[in-house]
């Protein structure tokens, strides 16, 4: 999506399994009252803030689950004062007992900080978000205090959420949760008079080695105190000229070239001057690599055209827990359904038994999401003192990887339960992405589709400020794992780095082209994308999904397969046999998207692709 909102967005994957899973709820957050304590006294240390009782209020929770269950007391402890941190202790967290049958799928805790103009009963009074907090909640248990925050209670929420299945056959799940806060007793002090001016880097850095040659950074607003007079806050990248921070604190890079490079942001005012630091080494991308399988077996690519010579039918479900299969002349060759809730035995029945379209069975694309999901198995947030590390009794359902907190970004386009990820940091996300990977491998899947892959558009989408070369840097990390399990791997949206993708990958899903009038390089000649100028199909940067299908190879002689998907509730492609005019007819859709030589499996779907809608061109059956 670059910078507008689609009309619709598919509820992908479980999140999408809502209706058949009514009856899952949310509770909402369970507060735990204030009691009256001993507090910050003046300036120092706020390890002996205002104190919340250990015990978690009884509360509803949906049938019999029960809360997460708080133990200790919470406080806040460090120097409440501008530029120094304070952190949340105290107080840890544990799941609820289950009912038996139920399963956890994961349990996080996640912390948010305010900044308040005033306090009473225990809360504080006229609160707004915290002035430097940070797009990462389950790794803020510490916080440094804002120069805006001066003058300021700080009220703090700790907020422990467990996501309970409750049936596997419809992947019913809910999501329980408990909360405690606590309200400093005492004001943020003043920046020390006489002391220079400081800030620094939030919200992630790239690792020190990248193949990223593009990086945004970000700094806090700077720490000082307002008697030593107006502060300025200026970067450079290497040797370069100084340059005035933004108001945002953001500010790029550029291109950079092959080698080491350095940051460095100085504020000063009459107190003097401070300086940050970064450096860091840009290398050259990881090449493609081939898809290989052990004992020389070969790995199946999806092509452009089936034996009819026309583009290879699919079906897309991954709203739905057990796959459904078309039969007859509904028949496809190709499923792409969830990774986690398709079982191997499901990828060996659709293989060996069921039919397919001009296949002699159908081939099985394993859908993962890029973005962290809070109902799947590796969820529970990674932090030093996360709950799966002090718990012996479960240690045995911990999966071998999990997303690290300071990973995890801000929420996915109004969906609570999924987040973005921080792609820069390739070492902490990919033994998650691996082992996911592994498991479609072992469940016998023939490709793997990655969503989520656009989140640096635009750069502020995450919270961490993320670039094209960002993305590259960890895609190409993933693709090549993809192959080197065995499997092939299909590219998804993001049209302004296809001509980039198509080297990586074996085929694209493509979400909403026609309507958007973007499915072949032709329509896109001449504008800007993603930091890149389109060309025409025949240039250099392509941005249609016919780079694809004019990719021409030996394991791909037809070229490469792209399956394109619109929405019955973006209310613009007619039904089959609906009355409709111009570009809105079913049969000029199948004649824009389907029929020309470059042509895409284009298929009308429910936006919650749980099967109740296929209509694939070119009559819809």
């Known amino acids: 999506m670059r910078g507008r909102a689609r009309l619709t967005r598919p509820r992908r994957a479980a999140a999408a399994i809502a209706a058949a899973a009514a009856a899952a709820l949310t509770v909402p957050s369970l507060a735990v009252p204030a009691h009256a304590a001993a507090g910050l006294t003046g300036h120092a240390q706020a390890g002996s803030a205002l104190a919340v009782p250990a015990a978690v209020a009884a509360a509803q929770a949906a049938g019999p689950i029960k809360p997460p269950v708080a133990q200790g007391t919470l406080r806040v402890a460090g120097d409440l004062r501008d530029g120094r941190s304070v952190h949340a202790t105290g107080l840890s967290w544990r799941p609820s007992a289950l009912p038996r049958g139920d399963t956890l799928l994961s349990f996080e805790v996640g912390y948010a900080w305010q900044a308040c103009r005033g306090r009473a009963s225990g809360h504080g009074t006229g609160c707004t978000k915290a002035a430097d907090s940070t797009a990462t909640p389950f790794a803020a248990r510490s916080y440094i205090a804002g120069h805006r925050d001066t003058g300021k209670y700080l009220q703090l929420t700790v907020t422990a959420a467990e996501i309970v299945e409750t049936d596997p056959a419809t992947f019913s799940f809910r999501a329980i949760r408990a909360s405690a806060h606590v309200v400093t007793s005492a004001t943020v002090a003043a920046y020390p008079r006489g002391r220079a001016p400081a800030t620094e880097f939030v919200n992630g850095l790239p690792e020190r080695r990248t193949g990223s040659d593009t990086e945004e950074f970000q700094v806090d607003p700077p720490h000082y105190n307002t008697a030593d007079g107006a502060v300025t806050d200026r970067y450079r990248i290497d040797n370069g000229r100084w340059r005035a921070v933004p108001a945002t604190g953001v500010f790029s890079t550029g291109t950079l070239r092959i080698g080491r490079h350095q940051v460095a942001v100085a504020t000063s005012d009459h107190a003097g001057r401070a300086a940050r630091y970064f450096s860091w080494r840009v290398t050259p991308l990881a090449a493609p690599e081939g898809c290989t399988r052990p004992a020389g077996r070969s790995c199946w690519y999806p092509p452009h055209l089936d034996a009819t010579h026309h583009p290879m039918r699919w079906d897309w479900q991954i709203g739905l827990v057990t796959p459904r299969q078309r039969t007859g002349k509904r028949a496809v060759d190709m499923y792409d359904i969830d990774g986690f809730l398709t079982s191997g035995r499901e990828v060996r029945q659709i293989h060996t038994r069921w039919q397919a379209s001009t296949l002699a069975h159908p081939k099985a694309v394993c859908y993962l999401d890029l973005a962290w999901e809070d109902y799947r198995p590796d969820a529970t947030p990674s932090t030093r003192g996360g709950y799966w ?32 990820v921080d792609f820069r940091q390739v070492a902490g996300l990919m033994p998650v992405l691996n082992e996911r990977i592994a498991m479609c491998a072992r469940k016998g899947f023939d490709a793997v589709e990655l969503d989520d892959i656009d989140s640096f558009d635009p750069s502020s989408t995450t919270g961490f400020h993320l670039t094209p070369g960002d993305a590259r840097n960890f895609l190409a990390a993933a693709f090549n794992d993809v192959h080197r399990h065995g499997m092939t791997v299909l590219w998804k949206n993001t049209p302004g780095l296809s001509w980039w993708g198509v080297r990586y990958t074996d085929g694209a899903v493509v979400e909403e082209c026609y309507i958007y009038n973007e499915c072949f390089a032709s329509a896109q000649r001449g504008s800007h994308q993603d930091g890149i100028t389109c060309s025409a199909l025949s240039g250099g940067t392509p941005c249609g999904w016919d780079d694809f299908t004019a990719a021409v190879s030996r394991n791909q002689p037809t070229g490469k397969w792209v399956g394109e998907a619109e929405y019955a509730a973006d209310g613009y492609v007619c039904s089959p046999g609906q009355k409709c005019s111009g570009q809105h007819a079913y049969a000029a859709y199948c004649r824009a998207v389907y029929a020309p030589a470059h042509g895409f499996a284009a298929v009308k779907f429910d936006v919650d692709l749980d099967g109740k809608m296929f209509y694939p061109c070119p009559k819809g059956s």
């Open 389 to 420: 590390a002090g718990t012996q009794a479960r240690a045995a359902t911990r999966p071998a990887g999990t997303f690290p907190a300071g990973t995890l970004g801000k929420i996915y386009y109004g969906y609570p339960e999924e987040r973005w």
